[in-house]
Every structure is written in structure tokens, then in C-alpha cells.
């Protein structure tokens, strides 16, 4: 958890340093050597910066005052707090990948998104916030750029006033009763054995934008006490024989039967339902996103669909300290939707999602009929995702074998025409397709004609279209990922992919997740280039079955000759094992995979990695097992229709005595349960001095062996064992970059 920061306001700076010629209504324009940029104060338009009144008005307002301005405009938000409420904010009908927004069943229902900051067909545009707080109410999108190129979105600090993800913590269990703390942010009322929520009210109506009761749907468990992900323990609403609401936001409740939870144990509850994202980029071209918190995402995060070249930098998803909230959003944080160009994500923090931190991926359409041979129809398969354009006139496309994943042969061309849903609920018809066509598609259909024909093999229910101009080169670098629920970073596509420098601390299930998918989710993307490097991975792949390892390499293929993914280079990162883990590699279909430089090592003294060779030949497997004194074989790694696989100067288990040290370290500090230490009895009338001499034996050893100075032996005594393995970890890596370790 983390404070607010403060962030870097230079654009506004170097604005206010250039020549300011004011003007009227808010607007001025601040000129330069090159171009002249146009400020536009949004409170001159009724924002309101003391967070009193709804801004969301004043903003449009001063966002149609932008479009009048010709060149590149900044829409500035002066220091303060801004209020933005669903009723008056931009509405529009939209289809987003990966949220319900289908026409079948009640999905329907949310096709109508409130938008509290939206920029439709602008170019060069910098919201600048100026460390602004941006509060919104209800259910509703952030940000929002459709058709936009240059876009800037920077220096803000985001919430909702009630999130509609509800963490309650058990503060105190005794017996059959507990008491449940409750953050402040949320309202809720208690009648007999239910618990009502409910969000803040409309200033306008009067009513509740949402109200949910006792578990409200899902239910993810947290436990304060190790900061580790469960999915076990009874919920916290079930079972109830009676419950209080007491004073301080606290909740006495009393169940038939003594629960299965402990005092620290908390639990997420949401809804569902993905109605809204948090921040919408749509058909746009060069999208920043820079040095802004979202302390919380309603449904789903931040989507780019058919956009090119985004960029999320210090953009942070994490909870206020002291909030008392352990849950950030109710979905996804990241998901990149059939873009193209550049996706990089620096810089960043991702803590406490419901899902995956960042997903990025295409998204495969069945094809259900041939109408020609250079004509085909093709079908949303996933009922979270339809409704929008997939491919354009001029797109570079691509059928798959849905059996191998494989591309066929001879299956690529170029769109020319398209009739299907064009993102906002009608059909459109574009290049040479045809208008008769447009009575045959639906929300889940569009009819796309190619400029050549296709073999024969691309036939209904056999094959797959992708979008491969809509593949984008990846970079994700030097960013934190802690408290996943589910997997780390979800990667399917061609370009190159670097994933750098980044830190991954509990995650239940893969910290890098490739797949390429025709059975289930359909999201495209086979994988030719890439790069994992430089990471650090720490209690990862512990929760989740289907999903343990620490890298993981899943195509739904059914086991072809022939690899889907391939040029997989995994080198210089640390890994760390734990009790539970599962392997370090799990890699399915992939040709040309090389694990090189890395270093796995143990947070248990009881584990042991024994590699039985260290290069592979062409065609050739091996297993690595990990072997624990207390009897568990753990695979290391596993392959399944692999080739060409070299695993090769890596360090297992370097740290064996270094573990061994920090448990006696640890166990010497441990004065409540002091009995022996090195073998020498430490109680009786000596103790105090048997303990001294012992303690100066140990710092010698730290300094002789392990480069401790005498302030950090000190600090060690307080020290659990894996803080004490951290700093010597860390001592031991400052003087091995200095050359003084040989």
C-alpha cells in the first residue's frame, strides 16, 4: 500500500515559463519556438476545484471549447478536488471487449456507458491535472478517447467515493462471534441477518446508484496477517445467526457454528457484472497515460480496443494507506484489445485486482460460413466480447486452424470490404462490402470480403480469422505486481515482446501467462519473439492448479506436430521457490525456448533443485526435479511438444547456506523461545552472557562472510527470516557489483 505521491507537473511549467497572451472565456494561448499551444482552465467552464459541486458539465464544456481551437490544446485542471457524478456526464453506447454489453439475455442492459471525461475525434490534446483528485460517483467510465490521436493523460489522483468492490476484515473472532471491521467509505445498513451496501446518493435524485447485500456475489479472501491470497474460509455472511452494527465501522456478528476464519482474514466482495471500464481507448493512436493513482476501477480497468500505441507510465493501481480497502478493482487492470504499434506499460504498480493485472491480446472470430471463396462470415465466439469492428478495409488478416493453431497455408490477404457492427450498436458497411449483406450480421456476425481467394481448407467451424495489423510490439518494464488472484501478465502476440526488470510478489497462479486461445476466451495472438529478463518472481504459481508455474505457455491446440509459439528467450531472472510451488517452466508447443543466466533459489531450507543436465539436443527431454527433505519432487520444468529447448548457466540453489543462516539467525532473535543456538545451551544463570558471546560469533560471521556492517547487525535482530535473507541478499549483491566477491 502506498501514499499519494506527488507528481511532475514540467509540461505545465514550461507553458507558464513561454509568452501567455490571455483571451477570454478560460482560454489562452502560451507560445513557443515551434507550435503554440492553447490552455484551456476548466473551472472558467463550471469545474469545480473545491469538490463541492459535479464538474462533470463544467468539463464537457471546456472539452467542446477545446474542439473549437486549432493546434495542440491543453485542457487544465488547477489543483483541487473535482466531483463527477453519472447523471449529467457523457453517455454513449459502446461494446467493449470483455464486458457485458451483448444484446442477449440482460446484457442489454449495459450497453450505455457513463463517461466522466470523454474525447471524441480531437487530436493533440494533454489533460493536465495538476495533481488534482478526481472523485466519481455511481457506476461509471473515467476517461474515455474515441477516434483521438496525441492524447495526454497526466497527474491525476482517482477514486470513487463508495467502490463497489467491498473489503471487510475480521478484527477480532472468538468462538462463534466476530467482529468485522468495516473501511469508512462504505455505507450499509444492518435489519436482522442482512447487511445492505449501497453506493453514495445522486445529488440529483436522491437515490442510490447501486445497492448489493451480505456477500454481494464473489468472494476473494485475504489474509492481513501473511498478505497472501485464500480462497478459503467460510464467508463472512453465511451461516448467520444474528448480527450489530456497532459504532466505528465495526460489525459484531454471530454465527450458528464457530467459523473457519482467523482475526486478519478479510474479504472482496463484488458483483460480476463488468457494465463499465475504467478508461476506454477506442480507434485512437498515441494514448499516454502518466503519474496517475486509481485507487479503484468500477467492473473492469483501463481498455485499449483497435487503438495503436499506448503508453501507461507510473500509472498506479493500489489502494490509500490506510484505507483499510485491500481491493483495487473488480476485474482485469490492463486490457489491450486487438491494438496495434507500441503497448508499453513502465513504471507502474498493480495491487489487488480481482483478475488479471494486464491482458493483452487480439481476438479470434469463427468462421461460420464460406460464402465465396474470398467472402467469409465470421462469429464472436466469447458472449463478453462482440458488438464491435474487428477488422478495416486495408487490414492485414490471417486464418488459423482452430485444431493446431497453425496458420494455414495460403490463408493471408487483405480486407476490402466489411458489413457488422460498428462499436455502437448499428451495422456498418464499408470498401466493397455489400449493403445486402448487412440484414445477415448481428452483433455477434460481420461478413468480410478479401482481395484474393482462399483455399479450401478455411471452411465453417475449421478455422479462425485473426487481425494481424492489430498485433502491437509490447515492452513492460521496471513495474511491481503484488497480491494477484489469478496470473500475472497474459501476452498472445507476433511482434516482439520484452518483459523487463519487473517484480512479482503472490501471484496465485503464472506470472507470465502465453496462451493463445480457440476454445474458450478466443483471444488471439501466437507468440514469435520473446524476451523475459532481468525479473525477480517470489511466491508464485502456489494457488492455482491449472495455472502453476512461474512461466507458463498454454496454446488450446490439441498437440500438432508443429509448435505455436516460438523464440522464447528466458535469462537473468531470480526466481524464488516456496513450499507449493509448482514449476519454474510449464511450456506447451513452443519451438525454440532457451533458459539461460537465471538464478532459482529457496525460501525453504528443505528444498533443493537437482538439474540432470544442462543443455537439451534437438528432440531430446528431461526432467528437473526439485527434491525437498521432507519428501516432496517438485518439477522444475515441463515441456510438451517442444523443440529445440536449451536450458544452460543457470544457478540452482546457490543459496542454501545463506537460507541455512537467516533460519538460525532468525531462530537466535527469536528470545521468547530461545533454547538452544549452535548447539550451546542458552538458558540458566548465564544466559544473558552465553547470548552475547554468541551474538558476537554471529556478527563476525555476517561480517566475514556475508559483508554485514555492524548498524545492519544490529537491525537484524528484529528481523523475521526473510527480512534478514533480504538485506543479506542485498549486501552480498553490492559488493559482487563492486568486483569485491570473486
Not at 473545491?50 to 464538474?55: A, F, I, L
Not at 458539465?57 to 473549437?68: D, V
Not at 473501511?183 to 440529483?204: I, K, L
Request: charged share 20%; glycine share 8%; aromatic share 10%.
Amino acid at each position: 500500500m502506498k501514499t499519494r505521491k506527488t507528481f511532475s507537473v514540467m509540461l505545465v511549467i514550461c507553458m507558464l515559463l513561454s509568452l501567455v497572451f490571455p483571451s477570454s472565456g478560460g482560454v489562452s494561448n502560451a507560445a513557443s519556438a515551434s507550435d503554440k499551444v492553447t490552455v484551456i482552465d476548466v473551472t472558467q467552464y463550471g469545474a469545480d476545484p473545491t469538490g463541492v459541486k459535479d464538474s462533470a458539465e463544467g468539463i464537457q464544456a471546456a472539452i467542446e471549447a477545446a474542439k473549437e481551437v486549432n493546434g495542440p490544446v491543453v485542457l487544465d485542471f488547477p489543483k483541487g478536488e473535482y466531483q463527477i457524478y453519472p447523471d449529467h456526464a457523457q453517455k454513449r453506447e459502446l461494446y467493449i471487449s470483455n464486458t457485458l454489453s451483448r444484446n442477449n439475455g440482460d446484457r442489454g442492459t449495459y450497453k450505455m456507458k457513463n463517461i466522466g471525461i470523454l474525447l471524441e475525434n480531437m487530436e493533440n490534446v494533454t489533460l493536465e491535472g495538476n495533481q488534482s483528485s478526481l472523485i466519481f460517483h455511481g457506476k461509471m467510465m473515467m476517461f474515455s478517447t474515441i477516434g483521438c490521436k496525441n492524447i495526454r493523460i497526466q497527474n491525476f489522483d482517482t477514486d470513487f467515493q463508495v467502490p463497489s468492490v467491498v473489503s471487510v476484515t475480521a478484527e477480532k473472532v472468538e468462538g462463534n462471534t466476530a467482529i468485522l471491521y468495516v473501511p469508512e467509505c462504505y455505507n450499509y445498513s444492518v435489519s436482522g441477518t442482512t447487511v445492505t451496501w449501497s453506493s453514495d446518493v445522486s445529488p440529483y435524485t436522491g437515490q442510490a446508484y447501486w445497492s448489493y447485500t451480505n456477500n454481494v456475489g464473489h468472494v476473494q479472501g485475504f489474509d492481513m496477517t501473511t498478505a497472501t491470497l485464500t480462497t478459503s474460509g467460510d464467508k463472512f455472511f453465511n451461516n448467520v445467526q444474528s448480527m450489530e452494527k456497532l459504532d466505528g465501522h465495526r460489525l459484531k456478528v454471530t454465527y450458528n457454528s464457530a467459523p473457519s476464519f482467523k482475526a486478519g482474514y478479510g474479504q472482496q466482495m463484488r458483483r460480476t457484472t463488468r457494465d463499465h471500464s475504467a478508461a476506454f481507448f477506442w480507434e485512437s493512436d498515441g494514448v499516454t497515460m502518466q503519474h496517475v493513482e486509481l485507487h479503484f476501477l468500477h467492473a473492469f480497468g483501463v481498455v485499449g480496443q483497435l487503438s495503436k500505441n499506448i503508453t501507461l507510465d507510473d500509472v498506479n493501481f493500489r489502494n490509500y494507506e490506510g484505507s483499510g480497502r485491500t481491493g483495487v478493482g473488480s476485474a482485469d487492470f490492463v486490457q489491450m484489445s486487438g491494438c496495434g504499434g507500441t503497448i508499453r506499460i513502465v513504471n507502474s504498480t498493480f495491487e489487488d485486482p480481482q483478475d488479471d493485472p494486464i491482458n493483452i491480446h487480439g481476438t479470434f472470430l469463427q468462421v461460420t460460413e464460406r460464402i465465396s471463396d474470398n467472402k467469409f462470415k465470421v462469429h464472436y465466439q466469447h458472449h463478453e466480447t462482440s458488438g464491435f469492428p474487428n477488422y478495416y478495409v486495408g487490414d492485414e488478416v490471417e486464418f488459423v486452424s482452430k485444431g493446431t493453431l497453425l496458420p494455414i497455408d495460403g490463408a493471408k490477404a487483405k480486407v476490402t470490404g466489411v458489413v457488422g457492427p460498428d462499436g455502437h450498436g448499428g451495422t456498418m458497411v464499408t470498401g466493397n462490402g455489400d449493403k445486402a449483406d448487412a440484414s445477415k450480421t448481428d452483433l455477434d456476425t460481420i461478413i468480410v470480403t478479401l482481395d484474393t481467394n482462399m483455399p479450401s481448407s478455411v471452411s465453417a467451424n475449421a478455422a479462425a480469422l485473426e487481425n494481424v495489423t492489430y498485433t502491437p510490439s509490447v515492452e513492460i518494464e521496471n513495474n511491481v505486481f503484488r497480491e494477484m488472484p489469478v496470473r500475472g501478465i497474459l501476452v498472445t502476440t507476433r511482434k516482439p515482446v520484452v518483459i523487463r526488470n519487473n517484480e512479482f510478489d503472490n501471484v496465485a497462479g503464472a506470472a507470465v501467462y502465453i496462451s493463445d486461445d480457440v476454445n474458450s476466451w478466443y483471444e488471439s495472438g501466437h507468440d514469435e519473439d520473446v524476451l523475459i529478463e532481468g525479473n525477480v518472481f517470489r511466491r508464485c504459481g502456489v494457488n492455482q492448479n491449472s495455472y502453476s508455474a512461474f512461466i507458463q505457455f498454454d496454446p488450446t491446440n490439441n498437440g500438432a506436430a508443429e509448435p505455436v509459439h516460438k523464440n522464447v528467450r528466458i535469462k537473468d531472472n531470480t526466481f524464488y521457490f516456496t513450499n507449493g510451488t509448482g514449476n519454474i517452466i510449464n511450456a506447451k508447443s513452443v519451438n525454440g525456448l532457451t533458459f539461460t543466466g537465471n538464478k532459482v533459489l529457496r525460501f525453504s531450507v528443505n528444498e533443493k533443485a537437482n538439474p540432470a543436465k544442462t543443455t537439451l539436443a534437438i528432440g531430446e527431454s528431461v526432467a528437473m526435479n526439485v527434491s525437498a527433505v521432507e519428501g516432496a519432487n517438485i518439477n522444475a520444468f515441463t515441456f510438451n511438444g517442444c523443440r529445440n529447448v536449451n536450458i544452460s548457466d543457470n544457478i540452482y540453489d546457490k543459496n542454501r547456506a545463506l537460507s541455512d543462516a537467516c533460519s538460525l539467525l532468525a531462530e537466535f532473535y527469536d528470545y521468547n523461545n530461545l533454547h538452544y543456538i549452535y548447539g550451546k545451551p542458552a538458558y540458566g544463570e548465564d544466559s544473558d552472557t552465553k547470548v552475547r558471546e554468541i551474538h558476537d560469533d554471529m556478527c563476525l560471521i555476517l561480517k566475514t562472510y556475508f559483508y554485514i556492517n555492524d548498524e545492519e547487525s544490529e537491525n537484524i535482530k528484529n528481523m523475521s527470516r526473510s527480512q534478514i535473507q533480504t538485506v543479506i541478499e542485498d549486501s552480498i549483491n553490492r559488493h559482487d557489483s563492486q568486483g569485491d566477491i570473486k
